[in-house]
């Protein structure tokens, strides 16, 4: 028997399904002769922008450099404290501490798995006037809370940076995702709804300045060529990285719509089994970048499912204040850890199809009656 490898990701596959488009793109900037900050990474700031309805993009090297030049342009400087969830790549976090800011840690909510408003308010209490920024993480696609964590965060004179590099055009009360905060922080990873060729990043803002202040620290703090304003850096998205992505929006609400099918089936195919499913809050449309179950036996289905082919992942299997880096003692999140040993993160991605899903969902039942 040869039946395909099924991957929780496949950019290969992405690549693949826009093939002629994608390498149309890269010739055109090969000939075009301008390799950086040139039409390109122009032309898709703007298209970004406009896919979230108007405001500003500005790329950066990736999402990290993306979370962290948004922290800095809102004014996270050295010794505040960001408050942000365990449940999430370590990145978020490091680009906490690369400003010399310190995480603290909330509480998600049971069910969705992200960022409770309730349990952020009372971290915004202990540590009053302490806490400048607050980082939802809209894991797997699922926004957080927006308008309550919003209202909380301002009641306590916080902004808010949604890390939106798993939710590309996730829609929380008929509002796109990263639209709600003061800014947003996207990551384009080849594995993300939203991809490129290698990696990128972008920051969104309906505010001018906080753009402005990102386009300043993206490339040396120049406002000018060669005079630098403020101390920036280099994290800039070339132009062939911008072409594909280019491409690649152009195809992220079917790629999304594709996603929303596949999980729907998967909801469908496994009701009957014993295994948490994924919950939708109300008036909330996920992007679907992850199908994530939960069970006690996790690593066992994990073990189970390989053998069979299907390779699933484990987003997150040690939450940030357990981890040498970002080790908390003080943090006290017995649901973030109850959800790290138990969440699994099936195949979904726009490259499958519904055979794919039923194959997945029949392992799945064989052995949970096994
Ligand atoms: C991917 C990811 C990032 C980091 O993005 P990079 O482009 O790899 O730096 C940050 N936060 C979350 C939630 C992510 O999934």
């Known amino acids: ?7 929780t990701a496949d950019p290969k596959a992405g690549y693949t399904a826009h093939a002629a488009e994608i390498r149309a793109a890269i010739e055109r900037v090969l000939e075009g002769g301008h390799y950086i900050l040139g039409p390109e990474v122009a032309a898709f700031e703007r298209e970004f922008a406009d896919y979230h309805g108007g405001g500003e993009v500005v790329t950066v090297a990736n999402g990290t450099d993306a979370l962290e030049l948004a922290l800095g342009a809102l004014g996270v400087r050295a010794g505040d404290l960001v408050a942000t969830v365990a449940n999430t790549v370590s990145a978020t976090a490091a680009a906490i501490q690369q400003l010399g800011a310190r995480p603290v840690f909330v509480e998600i909510d049971a069910a969705t798995m992200v960022m409770s408003a309730a349990d952020l308010d009372k971290v915004l209490v202990r540590h009053a006037g302490k806490v400048k920024a607050v980082v939802p993480v809209h894991l ?11 209202t909380t965060a301002r009641r ?7 890390d939106c ?3 590309h055009g996730a829609v929380v009360a008929g509002r796109k995702a990263g639209t709600w905060g003061d800014a947003a922080a996207y990551s384009f ?12 990043g972008a920051v969104y803002s309906a505010e001018a300045a906080v753009a402005a202040q990102v386009r300043l620290l993206r490339q040396y703090g120049w406002r000018t060529r060669y005079v630098s304003d403020v101390p920036g850096r280099n994290s800039r998205l070339d132009e062939l990285q911008a072409a594909v992505l280019r491409v690649n929006l152009r195809h992220l609400e ?10 729907a089936r998967y909801l469908h195919g496994l009701g009957s089994t014993r295994l948490m499913l994924p919950q939708t809050a109300a008036d909330v449309t996920p992007a679907w970048h992850q199908f994530t179950v939960r069970t006690p036996r996790r690593d066992a289905l994990l073990a189970h499912l390989a053998e069979r082919g299907i390779r699933c992942g484990v987003l997150y299997p040690v939450p940030l204040h357990r981890q040498p880096a970002y080790a908390d003692a003080n943090a006290v999140l017995p649901v973030t850890e109850q959800a790290c040993a138990e969440v699994l993160c099936l195949p ?15 392992e799945i039942i064989r052995w949970s009656t096994a």
């Open 1 to 7: 028997m040869s039946e395909k490898i099924l991957l």
């Open 140 to 150: 797997y696609g699922h926004p957080a809370d927006m308008p309550a964590i919003l």
């Open 156 to 162: 306590h004179g916080a902004k808010v940076l949604e």
């Open 165 to 167: 590099a798993q939710s």
């Open 189 to 200: 990873y080849p594995t993300k709804n939203l991809g490129a060729l290698g990696d990128g």
């Open 254 to 263: 079917a790629g999304n719509a594709k996603r929303r099918m596949l999980a």
């Open 348 to 362: 979904v991605h726009p490259g499958l199809d519904s055979a794919d899903v039923d194959r997945v969902t029949g």
